[in-house]
Every structure is written in C-alpha cells, then in structure tokens.
C-alpha cells in the first residue's frame, strides 16, 4: 500500500475505532480488543485483506463471545486465557453480516472519500456493534442472542460449542438434540430417545431405528458413544 492509504488506514484507527472502544471500557493489544462482563469476554478484531495491494486496502470487522469454562470442556483441561482472540470465540461472526447482510470489507483507494469510510465505520460500530456488546454480557443473555438471530448465529457454532454451552445453562433439551445430531449419522429425533440421570451423575441417553441403536454417556466434561449396530 501507499504512504497516503497507510496514513489514512492509521487514522481511521486512531479517529474512529480505539475512541470507540476505549469509551466502553475495552482493553487492546494492536487491533484486538477485549472486555469481561461477566463470564463472558467480548471480543474484536480489525482484520486486514491478505490481498492488499498498492492500489487499495481492504478491512473488515470480526467479533465474539469468549467463555472459559466451554473452552476448557472443549479442551478436556482448565483453559487460561486473559486476552483471547476472536478466533477464539465459541460465538463469532463478522459485523458485516449485521450492517450490511453480507461478508462486508471496507476500502481504502484513491477514488474513495475516506471521511465517508470513517463516517460509515462510526455509524456500524455504534448502531450494530454497540447494542451487540450492551446487550449480551452473560452466558445467560447469549441464550437470547442465539435464539433470536439464530439465522446468522448458529451456523458459525461448532456443535461441540453448542453442546458444551447448553450444559452450561442449562438447556438439556436442546443439548440433547445438538449431541444426538452430531454423533449419529442420521436424524433420530422421530424416535424419542429416553434420558436416565444416574445416582452417580451419569446422564445416559438411549435411542435406536431399524439402522441404528446406540447409547450415549455424558459425565461432566465426557462423552462416551456406544454403537450397537
């Protein structure tokens, strides 16, 4: 890139994004920032193009909804993170999907208005990105957020994530149907599968068609799968 679309991308930085951020109490390291509420820790990131040339520069905006305690059940092993990325996020997304309903990239070139780029990266990040970050701040108000938007949510969760958030709040149904649908090669949810909670904390899950008959054993961060056919 040129020394004017360097400068202009800078500013943008310094002028718009970090202001914004350090308003709502964020910390940084570069372009990523972070703030715990709760036991959440919201999460953003100014993503450049890889294909940046010395014509144009092209960004984007990602963020997400960190949880320790779902990364460690993923891991199998106490997780500390004290400034993760978005790409660690067990719910991410990029913002453009919100502001623009499409994987949006704003552009730096010579023909461009940067004020105009500036001016429009201020009015995402307040309208989109602000009622985002005000609004879920616990695991408990993420429920909401996936209910709710889950056209653009849900497909960007592993089910694994999902899996391990619905354990976390509650949500054994939805659970149940998540770890069904995951480890089964095909849907089960027509045949009922019966759920036994044992004394010893074992959450046990039976289910079978005429292809498959298989048994599921949930115990704290586990999850065994036994197929009989």
């Given at each position: 890139m040129t020394e004017i679309l360097k400068a202009q991308f800078d500013e943008i930085c310094k002028g718009t994004i970090l202001p914004f951020f350090k308003e709502l109490g964020f910390k940084r390291k570069t372009?990523?920032?972070?703030?715990?509420?709760?036991?959440?820790?919201?999460?953003?990131?100014?993503?450049?193009?890889q294909w940046n040339s010395y014509h144009n520069v092209m960004f984007t905006f990602n963020f997400g909804f960190y949880n320790a305690d779902i990364s460690s059940i993923l891991a199998d092993k106490?997780?500390?993170?004290e400034f993760p990325k978005t790409y660690d996020c067990f719910i991410q997304n990029r913002l453009g999907i919100f502001s623009h309903n499409r994987d949006h990239w704003y552009t730096l070139s010579?023909?461009?208005?940067?004020?105009?780029?500036?001016?429009?990266?201020?009015?995402?990040?307040?309208?989109?990105?602000?009622?985002?970050?005000?609004?879920?701040?616990?695991?408990?108000t993420l429920?909401?957020?996936?209910?709710k938007d889950e056209k653009?949510?849900?497909?960007?969760?592993?089910?694994?994530?999902?899996?391990?958030?619905?354990m976390?709040?509650?949500?054994?149904?939805?659970?149940?149907?998540?770890?069904?649908?995951?480890?089964?090669?095909?849907?089960l949810w027509t045949y009922n599968p019966e759920v036994f909670l044992k004394q010893d904390g074992h959450m046990i899950f039976f289910f079978k068609n005429q292809e498959v008959e298989e048994t599921l054993d949930i115990f704290e961060n586990q999850i065994t799968v036994r197929r009989n056919k």
């Open positions: 372009l990523h920032f972070v703030k715990q509420t709760n036991e959440v820790t919201q999460c953003f990131n100014v993503q450049k193009s106490e997780i500390v993170n010579k023909n461009i208005d940067v004020r105009k780029t500036a001016e429009q990266i201020k009015t995402d990040l307040e309208k989109y990105l602000k009622p985002m970050f005000d609004n879920y701040v616990s695991l408990d429920k909401q957020l996936i209910a653009y949510i849900s497909p960007t969760v592993s089910p694994h994530y999902l899996i391990a958030f619905y976390l709040t509650d949500q054994m149904e939805k659970g149940r149907k998540t770890i069904i649908d995951t480890v089964s090669d095909k849907s």
